[in-house]
């Protein structure tokens, strides 16, 4: 299982690269997982519903399953937000684990700049950025840069620069001692 994190600031493409990268590497036969952080409180159940009927009434965890799907939700409670290494810990082996978001996280990421955003760019102050995906001239690239449009390279790339989960969770391990 490898892992690589699209990474950028919100409102510069990254969902929407991602929702075009998948179908382009899952139609060559590669298993992909994705990891996104989100950065408020959110909801994946419906409110009626029997799930959210026990989430609410205090379960910490609650899994919804039937023959097309299962779902296993946590309720941290009081509990502290999870960190990368341990949501990668959870996952089912796949080839491929695509990353949204964790920009702070020191995982290999591609960024995802868009110039109409007006926001700073990731690198070259993060050195974990190992290439860019943009409609615009990087500063002082050194690095591989992709059109946000050309999905055929950035999945090429994506699946030569991703590291194997064990390697990507030592590097987390690293930040947190």
Known sequence: MKVIGIAGWSGAGKTTLLTRLIPRLTEGGVRVSTVKHAHHAFDIDTPGKDSHSHRAAGATEVLVGSARRWALMHELRTEREPVLAELLALLSPVDLVLVEGFKHEPHPKLEVHRTANGKPWLHPDDPSVIGLATDGEPP??????????????????????????????????????
Do not use: K
């Open 140 to 177: 002082h690239a050194g690095l591989p840069v992709f059109g946000l449009d050309d999905v055929d390279a950035i999945a090429g790339f994506v699946m030569g620069a991703a590291r194997p989960r064990d390697e990507v969770l030592r590097i987390l391990a690293r930040l947190r001692d």
